[in-house]
């Protein structure tokens, strides 16, 4: 692996260690070196990878860990996904809304609890009309007005994002998914298309929004060349969040008998995604926890530095089910904060009281830290 560099005389490394140094020093690489990165990275070198992943997300975000208090408050969509447990054409999926004041109410127990991020996410249902959503957001922000709103509701007109921004939501997370346009229409049925979904993300960028993105690790015919559009999209794009997580299938889906995406692809993502996009919030996902009971702490050792605690009622969580398996159904929302908090804290990290935004604008450089330690 290491030979002695001619010019310095120091101990220089080859092969995919050297590739890290390399993406690490310069946030990124040329294509045929990443792919041969993704392609034959060993266990050991994958171990290096996280370490330095890990080193990376120190230096902005020390130890801390975000916490994001998830309210899915819709399971109507109109769209039908073809990987996804609540698409439209699911009959089985036992579906519910949740009514203003039981959303505010999840708030006002996060809270409690120490969350200061609501996210509310749910399948692109127009009984929540524009109007509606405002009226939430804003009750949230009066209640709470050191909390910060995250929407995750899926493709809007570029007017409704304006609303939602002036009603006081600062951040919106809508996973592009794939890039490639061909891949992405084999998730999809033809009414979306990826134009579409990258107007989207432009727009909420232009608004003014924290935009997040991000694909699923594993898709039904997912290539190593699909990944790597997906990475450099996101270099260029540079988002304020990137959420990825494995495909993970749902028995009532088209994908039923297709194969789940998996850890170690995964958290190789997270690393390299932590490495290009050093400054960037980066969850360890529910699907990862679900696909390994240590998958969120591997995800936080692997560059991760968010995790997102449920805070819907309890009687609906198991009906939230976009894949089978899905962990965090049962618990109530204390439990649930509970629990990340000693998970985080076995791994040496600690969950902290804020925010947590993104230091992706930020031009000061050096550690952020959250505002309290819970
Ligand atoms: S992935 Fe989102 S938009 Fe697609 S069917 Fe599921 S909830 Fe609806």
Do not use: W
């Not at 432009?202 to 935009?211: K, N, S």
């Amino acid at each position: 692996m290491k030979g002695r560099d001619k010019m310095t005389g120091t101990l220089a490394r080859s092969g995919n260690l050297a590739r890290i140094d390399r993406l690490r020093a310069e946030s990124t690489l040329p294509r045929e070196e990443m792919r041969t990165l993704l392609l034959t990275l060993t266990e050991e070198e994958a171990q290096y990878l996280y370490e330095n992943a890990d080193a990376v997300r120190r230096q902005h975000y020390g130890r801390d860990v975000y916490l994001r208090g998830l309210i899915e408050f819709t399971n109507f969509c109109r769209n039908d996904c073809l990987y996804c447990g609540i698409r439209r054409s699911n009959r089985k999926a036992d579906r519910y809304r949740l009514s203003e004041e039981e959303i505010l109410e999840c708030c006002d127990r996060g809270y409690a609890l120490g969350l200061r991020t609501f996210v509310l996410q749910g399948g692109e249902d127009p009984f929540f009309t524009d109007k509606m959503i405002c009226r939430i957001v804003s009750g949230i922000r009066t209640g709470h007005p050191d909390c910060a709103v995250t929407l995750s509701i899926g493709e809007r007109p570029r007017k409704s994002y304006e609303a939602f921004f002036r009603a006081g939501a600062e951040r919106y997370l809508l996973r592009h998914e794939t890039f490639d346009p061909a891949h992405y229409r084999l998730l999809h049925p033809a009414e979306l298309t990826i134009e579409n979904r990258l107007r989207c993300l432009r727009d909420l960028r232009e608004t003014g929004f924290q935009v997040g993105c991000g694909m699923m690790v594993g898709s039904p015919f997912q290539t190593v060349d699909h990944v790597l559009e997906d990475l450099y999209f996101m270099e260029t794009f540079r988002p304020h969040m990137i959420g990825i997580g494995p495909f993970i299938p749902h028995a009532d889906t088209p994908f039923k008998d297709r194969p789940a995406g998996t850890l170690e692809d995964t958290l190789h993502l997270l690393a390299v995604i932590r490495l290009m996009h050093p400054r960037v919030l980066l969850p360890a996902t529910t699907a990862l926890g679900t696909i390994h009971p240590l998958g969120r702490e591997m995800g936080i050792r692997a560059g991760a530095n968010v995790v997102m605690p449920n805070l819907s009622p309890a009687g609906v969580r198991g009906k939230y089910m976009l894949y089978d398996g899905k962990i965090c159904t049962g618990d109530e929302a204390v439990q649930c904060r509970r629990c990340m908090q000693e998970r985080m804290a076995k791994i040496g990290y600690r969950v902290v009281v804020s925010r947590g935004d993104s230091l992706v604008d930020r031009r000061d450089r050096g550690t952020e830290k959250g505002s309290g330690v819970s």
